[in-house]
């Protein structure tokens, strides 16, 4: 393959910026323009002018063909007559085209005269009266000639024997001396005309092209790290430049929100393996000191020993119960994962779920017991959503799950509200949604621990050694599971309110069931 050498127009244009390859292509593209349009314009004026030439010789040949030649050297009357252009001469030749006598016009004739041909009898009829072009004597221009052959009455008395013709010709000196001066000024007017595109042009791309310059800067500002960078949308949007700029803003969107979203994740998951690690080193370190004391013998009875066992199986089921969760939300995280990234990585789900046709009012009135049961001192009312009667609430969901969703909810109102304090648990329907809250009336959570009730580990409470504390996890299973049935869960609370979550599934008869929930805030 034949390699491009360093200085050749390919490699040049290939070094050069996309401004001046476009200004280049346009000055060269007027210069073929101008250059073509001058080429033109001067060969038609020249072919106009010859044809003037041509008509006037003509016209003079053969009026001199038809008049006897004047004596002397003066110009004849016909050269007079028809005012031929330039300087011209009369020949008036025998039949074997030897000169017999000729009349120049009122100047010696420019150059020395035509170099005529030897134009004898044969030669004149030839050329059958249209006019030819010989060079000057001097070869400084060319002349045009026309050869007549005159009638016999014509011919005068020293030819009359022989038959002679007439032959005229015209200097093209004057029309040459146009056609150059039409093609200099051609040329000076067409460089003029460059040089003023060329810096037009310069102006014009540079600010046709600055969006591009633009887009330049926001992709090195996004290399530094900046990626609140934008594009600035030109005046013209629907232009090719005013697209490509909101294709390139929408992409830098994605991007941005992609980056941000990546760094949210590795910071949950950062905090996720802080918490995590500090919620399964609590049990084990449990463990671990209660199998000491027993190694060292600080459990000499067997009510030592028994008691002992009993804390150690406590935090044995603590910690299976806390890995079980996590197993769970993890397995629930790999259905979402695979939900978001579309049909073509389809699969069988993580956690599959025993869907079947069930009512909400079943799992309401076993919370009302469950809820008796851990506090009898605690009022609970059954109610429909909101207040009223409890109605039937329809869903096509998995009841277990489910059960285990309004447990957590159960169990968070109960522990995190004083001993005491009433309980409300609605069921019904509210539009396309069947409905089931739980509602209590502690003291309620401000909107910056609102905003964080479903994130893993999290605990209004910050101590960590508190018996009631929990994991913090509860809910967010709660909120994957819902979400897993294409419900959402929401939050209903402020200070001295308390708290009112609640559960919406799709109605059975629903397509909107089908439709992954957006997360509740």
Known sequence: MKRLGPWSPAAWLGRTSLRTRLLCLSVA?????????????????????????DDRLALTGEISARLSPPPGTGTPPSVRAVG??????VTYVDEAGAARRTFDASTAPSGGGPDLPRLDRAAVLGHGGRPFTVSARDGEHDWRVVAVAQPAKAVPPDLAESGGSVVVATSMEEVDRTITKTRNLSLTAGVALLAVLGVAGWF??????????RIEETATAITSGDYSHRVPRPAA????????????????DRIDTAFRARTEAEARTRRFFADASHELRTPLVGIKGYTDLHRMGATPTREDVDRTMTRIAAESERLTRLVEEMFLLARLDEDTVAAQSGPD????????????PMD?????ADALRDVRALDRTRPVTLTGPGGGKPASAPAHADEARLRQVVTNLIGNAVTHTPSGTPLRIGVGTVGPHAVLEVADQGPGLTDSERAHVFDRFYRTDDSRTRATGGSGL????????VTAHAGRVTLDTA??????????????????RARPADRPT
Do not use: K, W
């Open 84 to 89: 031929v252009l330039g300087d011209t001469t």
């Open 237 to 252: 949007a629907h232009t090719e430049v005013g697209r490509l700029t909101t294709c390139i803003n929408q992409m830098l």
């Open 495 to 512: 200070p001295g309110r308390g708290c009112t979550f609640r559960i919406l599934l799709p109605l059975p008869d629903d397509p909107a």
């Open 474 to 481: 509860g809910l967010s299973i709660a909120h994957a599971l």
């Open 345 to 356: 990585t389809a699969r069988a789900p993580a956690l599959a779920l025993d869907l079947a």
């Open 204 to 213: 014009a791309v540079r600010s046709g092209l600055r969006p591009l310059t």
């Open 360 to 364: 909400l009012r079943t799992l309401a």
């Open 29 to 53: 593209l007027v210069a073929v323009g101008l250059l073509g349009t001058g080429l033109l314009v001067t060969t038609a004026l020249h072919g106009y002018l010859q044809d003037r030439v």
